[in-house]
């Protein structure tokens, strides 16, 4: 049986997106600039957002600091952004209506969200503003 654990994290250089890394165990780098073609090969960058663990409705991996429309309790209109929640220890969707909302992505094991219930929009680090308004920051 194959335990071994992989990471993925998105690269930037400041708000420029410029890679992706996926780390296997605990010594197994890889570097892509693409999600597609890896190798050891690395990447420069400034900055890492860490995979949420989920993906959309697109097939695209989440990473922190994205920006989705999500579905709760089958209303498609919901707006979030993934972000560390330093109250539940864990990544949840901020509702960017309701900020004081943090849904978590799991309770008890059990996963909350599928791919259709989740579409990337944009990234939540090129908006500044909405960043103010949410009370966050990328530094």
């Not at 960058?45 to 922190?64: P, S």
């Not at 309701?98 to 094991?109: H, K």
Request: with cysteine.
């Amino acid at each position: 049986m194959d335990t071994t654990l992989e990471t993925r994290y998105r690269l930037r250089h400041d708000d420029e997106v410029v890679g992706y890394a996926r780390k296997i165990g605990s010594r197994s780098h890889f570097y892509s600039r693409d999600q597609f073609w890896w190798s050891g090969i690395k990447i420069e960058h400034n900055k890492v957002d860490e995979g949420v663990g989920l993906f959309d409705i697109d097939k695209r991996m989440l990473y922190e600091w994205d920006i989705v429309e999500y579905c709760l309790e089958d209303r498609r209109d919901r707006m979030g952004a993934f972000l560390w929640s330093s109250t539940r220890k864990e990544f949840c969707i901020v509702d960017l209506d309701e900020p004081s909302l943090e849904i978590p992505l799991e309770v008890d094991g059990l996963q909350l969200f599928q791919p259709k219930d989740l579409r990337f929009r944009a990234y939540l680090f090129q908006n500044p503003d909405l960043m103010v308004e949410l009370g966050v920051d990328d530094e």
